[in-house]
């Protein structure tokens, strides 16, 4: 029922930033977990950062330090995206937990609400 829409994706020079937003279709969405997930042409979707909804957070090693994921108390989802690299380039996704009773994961077989995605292209 309910659509989650990213945005913010863009083709910058190693060593920039960007930050991307997920925004759901609901007036006020808060499941149980939200997560960013990447995929580069040819390889296998992977997660990047997830969020609960207490605020508690985590991260893939290969993001550490540079990225922050980050929710509002309504509909939004952050990714803060600092010194990108080449490696970094894909498509990301927001994706979203409602079923409780499950801790959060970066397993994709645990989101059971997904964006369509937003490019993200990082230039050297």
């Known amino acids: 029922q309910v659509q989650l829409v990213e945005s913010g994706g863009e083709s910058v020079q190693s060593g920039g930033s960007l930050r991307l937003s997920c925004v759901a279709s609901?007036?006020?969405?808060?499941?149980?977990?939200m997560a960013w997930f990447r995929q580069a042409p040819g390889k296998e979707r992977e997660w990047v950062a997830l969020?609960?909804?207490?605020?508690?957070t985590s991260y893939n090693d290969s993001v550490k330090g540079r990225f922050t994921i980050s929710k509002d108390n309504q509909k939004t989802m952050y990714l803060q995206m600092d010194n990108l690299q080449p490696e970094d380039t894909g498509v990301y996704f927001c994706?979203?937990?409602?079923?409780?009773?499950?801790?959060?994961?970066?397993?994709?077989?645990?989101?059971?609400?997904w964006g369509r995605g937003t490019q993200v292209t990082v230039s050297s």
């Open positions: 994706a979203a937990r409602e079923m409780e009773f499950v801790q959060c994961g970066p397993e994709k077989s645990l989101y059971d609400r």
């Open positions: 609901a007036i006020i969405y808060r499941p149980r977990c």
């Open positions: 969020v609960g909804r207490d605020g508690l």
